[in-house]
């Protein structure tokens, strides 16, 4: 995702998804880890409730952005179209 992409994002969750509180939340480039995306990724430390997650999907989702939830991270990405792991 492009960075104006990824800030618009932030915003809509911060407006929409106020039970979430993030304690950090950074903008890091595609090779940061093993999910392999296009551009930029959003990564997200909070203490995450299943509510958090049901908030913020629909919303990700319509952007046609995937997430991947791992403890405390939830890192937001678009996913390379052929790479059908990150598509499921």
Do not use: W
């Amino acid at each position: 995702m492009q960075r104006d992409e990824a800030v618009n994002l932030l915003k809509e969750l911060s407006d929409k998804c106020v039970c979430l509180t993030p304690y950090a939340i950074m903008l890091m480039p595609p090779d940061a880890d093993d999910v392999l995306s296009q551009g930029y990724q959003l990564h997200i430390k909070a203490n995450l409730h299943p509510e958090d997650f049901s908030c913020m999907k629909p919303h990700v989702e319509k952007q046609g952005l995937k997430l991947k939830k791992e403890k405390d991270l939830l890192v937001i990405y678009k996913p390379l179209k052929a790479d059908k792991k990150n598509l499921a």
